[in-house]
């Protein structure tokens, strides 16, 4: 099993930045790709970045280049910089995680930008 916790929520006004990150637990090594997602109110969850064991990286087109994904696997953490905050943007940012056999979810860190 892996246990996935995300921080770095909060509320920014349009233009701001901030860094989420998600601490991993558990079974990291067998872990491959992690990404983060995102879930506004009223909207299915959509996918926002994924980075792989290699570091190999993957954007959802609505990103801009605004955010950044990146991984310490020495520390079992994934971070997401997000620069140039959209109102938009606001929502419960997941971290996702999948081994050979499963995937896992944290429990989401709430995202507002105010305009």
């Known amino acids: 099993q892996v246990q996935l916790v995300e921080s770095g929520g909060g509320l920014v006004q349009a233009g701001g930045s901030l860094r989420l990150s998600c601490a991993a637990s558990?079974?990291?090594?067998?872990?491959?790709?992690m990404g983060w997602y995102r879930q506004a109110p009223g909207k299915q969850r959509e996918l926002v970045a994924t980075i792989s064991s290699g570091g190999i990286t993957h954007y959802a087109d609505s990103q801009e280049g605004r955010f950044t994904i990146s991984r310490d696997r020495a520390k079992n953490a994934l971070y997401l910089q997000m620069n140039s905050l959209k109102p938009e943007d606001t929502a419960v940012y997941y971290c996702n995680a999948a081994d050979p056999w499963k995937i896992y979810w944290g429990q989401g860190t709430q995202v507002t930008v105010s305009s």
């Open positions: 558990g079974r990291t090594f067998s872990i491959d790709v």
